[in-house]
């Protein structure tokens, strides 16, 4: 069994932070049945890429897993629906805007008089409470406001965001850890709890070792491209074929490095507080040193020095690496006819079964199934569909 097997979420979260947290919940046992409107479900169905099957990857990237119900929570039989859902549920996870819910009587007061039990997750951009609690805000603005894009760039240059949703997919995981942990504390209470996450607060949580240097030495962290501000060396460099090698090196690995590179005249710099200070003189003659050798070389004779490195891969590279490979990291899933590459989570577990990327689904393709589960009728749930409440 997989290890979440049994668990039930409802998810009425759209776009990436939610669904790809409930997406983990999915592929390690939990059943997740996914809210969306009618007509045109989650927005991320219309994003692009779209695979030649006609279906956008950005959906499937965060979607697999699910059943897929269409739910219009505007009409009194919707709302009806979601009640009904909630009274079996053990989570629920919602980002609307602060306030929606309430207003449509589904908020956690109001679905807790149903389930005493349910754990409800609202993830907003700021949180339920404070000055920003109605601001709107995606991934870029919370990485901006949250610390990462301001220590993120070239030495010398202007801002610059990582080349992923850094704070979409962060939050998705401060999403499963809450639930989780809220489930844990459910089942030694009994009782549910309302969870209220702000992404912005992620994102400042996630400051860690950068706050650490404001609050011991009073500095804000330079902008310092791929170096370190407390550790040298460590950083990417030129190649000679204009690839790039990252290399981090700790006290323990200075000499071999040195020697490695053909630097004797630095190996007496042993430690990274003399290092700190000899950054420029250090940094100056690793690229000379590198900037001679190809990058397998340079990989070559690190790697026979026990020093860790690491060649900047494109993500082209990085999925044909022999090592993800050999790990299993990608792996074929059905859909329809047709079938796609995906990501498999990163665990694997002795004693559970392993999770594997698991279909995603059509639209509304389990309304049917899951009403008549409800114990929903033909009559009631041709009813709902002629309100437009599904």
């Not at 807790?112 to 404070?130: A, D, I």
């Not at 209220?196 to 650490?212: E, N």
């Not at 050798?293 to 020095?305: G, I, N, S």
Request: proline content about 7%; charged content about 20%.
């Amino acid at each position: 069994m997989r290890p979440l097997a049994g668990l039930r979420i409802l998810d009425l979260s759209r776009v990436l932070a939610c669904p790809f947290a409930t997406m983990l919940l999915a592929e390690l046992g939990a059943s997740v049945i996914k809210v969306e409107q009618p007509g045109a479900g989650d927005e991320t169905r219309g994003f692009e890429p779209f695979f030649d099957f006609g279906t956008s990857g950005y959906f499937l990237a965060c979607n697999r897993g699910k059943r897929s119900i269409t739910v219009d929570l505007r009409k009194p039989g919707g709302r009806q629906v979601i009640r009904d859902l909630a009274v079996g549920a053990d989570a629920l996870v919602e980002n609307f805007p602060t306030g929606t819910l309430a207003r449509r009587g589904l908020d956690f007061a109001a679905l807790r008089q149903v389930n005493p039990r349910l754990v409800y997750l609202s993830c907003t951009g700021f949180g339920q409470t404070g000055p920003y609690a109605q601001r709107k805000g995606y991934d870029t603005v919370f990485q901006a406001m949250g610390g990462l894009m301001g220590l993120t760039g070239e030495k010398g240059g202007g801002p610059v965001k990582p080349g992923l949703p850094v704070a979409d997919l962060t939050s998705g995981l401060w999403v499963a850890i809450a639930l989780l942990a809220a489930l844990r504390g459910r089942d030694a209470t009994g009782e549910g709890a309302h969870v209220d996450f702000g992404m912005l607060d992620g994102q400042v949580a996630l400051l860690t070792i950068a706050a650490a240097r404001l609050f011991a030495l009073g500095e804000v962290p330079p902008r310092l491209g791929t170096e370190h501000p407390g550790r040298v060396p460590t950083a990417s460099f030129r190649c000679q074929d204009g690839r790039f090698l990252h290399i981090t090196a700790s006290d323990q690995h200075w000499a071999p490095l040195c020697a490695a590179l053909g630097l004797p005249e630095l190996a007496g710099l042993a430690t990274n507080a003399q290092r700190l200070e000899q950054r420029e003189r250090i940094m100056a003659a690793m690229s000379a040193a590198l900037g001679a050798m190809t990058r397998a070389q340079a990989v070559a004779v690190l790697d026979a020095a026990n020093v860790p490195n690491g060649p900047v891969l494109a993500l082209d590279e990085v999925v044909a690496d022999p090592h993800v490979q050999a790990r299993g990291s990608v792996a074929q899933v059905a859909h329809g006819a047709a079938s796609h590459p995906a990501l498999r989570l990163p665990f694997r577990f002795d004693g559970f079964a392993d999770p594997a990327p698991l279909p995603a689904p059509a639209l509304g393709a389990d309304t049917d199934s899951v009403l008549t589960e409800l114990g929903y009728d033909a009559a009631r749930i041709a009813a709902l569909r002629e309100e437009g409440a599904i």
